[in-house]
């Protein structure tokens, strides 16, 4: 029996999971999956969680059942890429988990890029229990107070304006180093700006934050802004285990594959999502973001299957096509970039754009939900059972 396990269950790990069973055979594969919350966690929508609204509950045991999958709940300590085995924590203590093959979709989380004082008194929006406690902390500011929100792209964006929308009462505020929404083309950044009056955003651009105090940010020039609630969306860190095993990692930790999404240093090692240093279509890295997460797990999937079962290994697009970006539950954008990754002049605006994202995050949960799409194919057997004399069992 041939041991798969899977690290994380988010978009890129839930849904390889699942594909892997639905292809794979069951008498010759094992498939587990090690996620740290019982749920598959929309990480795309936690920004509408802090500002107060319900996302749909998506127990994992859930949508895996039928499928084979074994799941464990528990946190990843630390993964033996030479002895092949993966530590895990849980309410009963420490345990390992060996494995054949290894899928490491970890993913990220928020980036304090070492500013003093982001872990003691800043919230973010990267995983549910910091979502949660924003929540929380908005909640009890009821009508009077201000949030800040840290970071200039699409995190601190989405963050800013839901919470802007969903709590008027409150003076929100948004400070980056460079330019909001820089990357934008024209007729988009307008857009955006206009969006940010429209729900009274104050906007502080080119003030880099140099430290995070309990009711207020300090910028590089001395200036202080007052807040009660400051939001972190400076960015992405993948988590440190990766290089602490032993894998071969770039600078900001992230794990370097080959084209087939195999780790360049342990080939036994697949890489799908945020963790992945992987040169797109373009030529380009692909940036941190869902639509990557589906690409690099799609991949990661064929290469598996392709090289345990003796298959041939069909290449999946690495494209980057832009960004869609939501600005409260009735405005939105989809900036379409080309080649060079360079924002295109056209961009899809308001609520069409909206609703565009909607239907895109819903598919996405949906596929993730669905695994089996309704049937068990298990249509692949190992190589090595394939090759095993007749009368011999591998």
């Known amino acids: ?30 498939i587990t999956v090690v996620n740290a919350e019982p749920d598959f966690i929309e990480r795309l929508r936690l920004h ?35 002895r092949r085995t993966v530590t895990v924590a849980d309410g009963a203590g420490l345990d390992r988990i060996d494995y054949d093959t290894l899928l490491y979709a970890l993913g990220s989380t928020a980036a304090d890029h070492g500013v003093p004082g982001v872990a003691e008194h800043a919230f973010h929006v990267a995983a549910r229990p910091s979502a949660l406690r924003l929540r929380e902390r908005l909640n009890t500011l009821g ?34 180093s460079g330019e909001v929404g820089g990357w934008l083309g024209v007729k988009a950044r307008r857009h955006l700006l206009r969006a940010f009056d429209r729900l009274g955003i104050a906007l502080h651009e080119h003030a880099a ?45 992230r794990i370097r594959v080959d084209r087939q999404m195999r780790s360049v240093s342990h080939p036994d090692v697949y890489v799908a999502g945020d963790s992945a240093f992987v040169l797109g279509d373009n030529g380009k890295p692909l940036p941190m973001s869902c639509a990557s997460a589906g690409f690099t797990g799609s991949q990661a999937t064929a290469a598996i299957i392709g090289d345990r079962t003796g298959r041939s290994i069909a290449e999946a697009g690495l494209p980057y096509v832009g960004n869609h970006i939501s600005l409260g539950r009735k405005d939105g ?32 949960a949906w596929g ?5 799409f309704g049937k068990l194919d298990h249509r692949y057997r190992s190589a090595s059972r394939q090759s095993a004399p007749e009368g011999v069992t591998a």
């Open 1 to 30: 029996m041939h041991r798969i396990v899977v690290l994380g269950a988010g978009y890129a790990g839930a849904f390889s999971a699942g594909y892997l069973a639905r292809q794979l055979h069951s008498d010759d594969f094992e």
């Open 48 to 82: 509408q969680l802090a500002a107060g609204q319900e996302l749909r509950h998506r127990p994992l045991a859930e949508m895996f059942a039928g499928t084979g999958i074994r799941l464990r709940v528990a946190r990843v300590t630390d993964i033996d890429v030479e």
């Open 143 to 176: 009508e009077n107070g201000n949030v800040l929100v840290v970071g200039g792209n699409l995190t601190a964006i989405e963050a800013v304006t839901e919470i802007a929308e969903s709590h008027p009462g409150l003076r929100v505020a948004l400070v980056t």
């Open 209 to 253: 934050v140099e430290r995070v105090r309990e009711s207020a940010v300090i910028t590089a020039d001395g200036t202080v802004l007052p807040s009660d609630a400051t939001v972190w969306a400076a960015g992405f860190a993948v988590h440190p285990i990766a290089a602490a095993s032993g894998l071969e990692v770039i600078a900001d930790g």
């Open 333 to 364: 954008l989809f900036q379409l970039v080309d080649g060079d990754a360079q924002a295109k002049s056209w961009a899809l605006r308001g609520r069409a754009a909206a609703r565009v994202k909607s239907a895109i995050l819903g598919t996405a």
């Open 368 to 372: 993730v939900g669905h695994p089996t």
